[in-house]
Nanobody, 127 residues
Framework: QVQLVESGGGSVQAGDSLALSCAVS????????LAWFRQAPGKEREGVAV????????YYADSVKGRFTIARDSVKSPVYLTLNSLELEDTAMYYC????????????????????WGQGTRVTVSS
């Protein structure tokens, strides 16, 4: 089992930056990828950024490419998501997730491929 605990959410203004953190504990030996998802009110959960377990490979949704950065220093260290140039549309609950599978590139942002989830941290962006 893998436990994920997010922190760092808050209320900011458009254009500001925010740093989220996901603490990873438990047996992550079989984890292949870790990711950040978000879910806005009334919308489906969407993948934002994905990183390989050791931090060597990263993938970003087009909506955040160039603004968000996912990072991990090493295995068993936290997974970070830096959010820059925040927009009103970035308002959502942000979730950390992990998968023990190896999804195809086209499915790497599909929530159904992730079997461990945190409780989420809320990000609110106002004008």
């Amino acid at each position: 089992q893998v436990q994920l605990v997010e922190s760092g959410g808050g209320s900011v203004q458009a254009g500001d930056s925010l740093a989220l953190s996901c603490a990873v504990s438990g047996d992550e030996a079989n984890v292949r990828f870790l990711a950040w998802f978000r879910q806005a009110p009334g919308k489906e959960r969407e993948g934002v950024a994905v990183i390989s377990r050791a931090g060597f490979s990263t993938y970003y949704a087009d909506s955040v490419k160039g603004r968000f950065t996912i990072a991990r220093d090493s295995v068993k260290s936290p997974v970070y998501l830096t959010l820059n140039s925040l927009e009103l549309e970035d308002t959502a609950m942000y979730y950390c997730a992990a998968t023990t599978s190896v999804p195809s590139y086209s499915a790497i942002f599909a929530p159904s491929n992730y079997n461990f989830w945190g409780q989420g941290t809320r990000v609110t962006v106002s004008s």
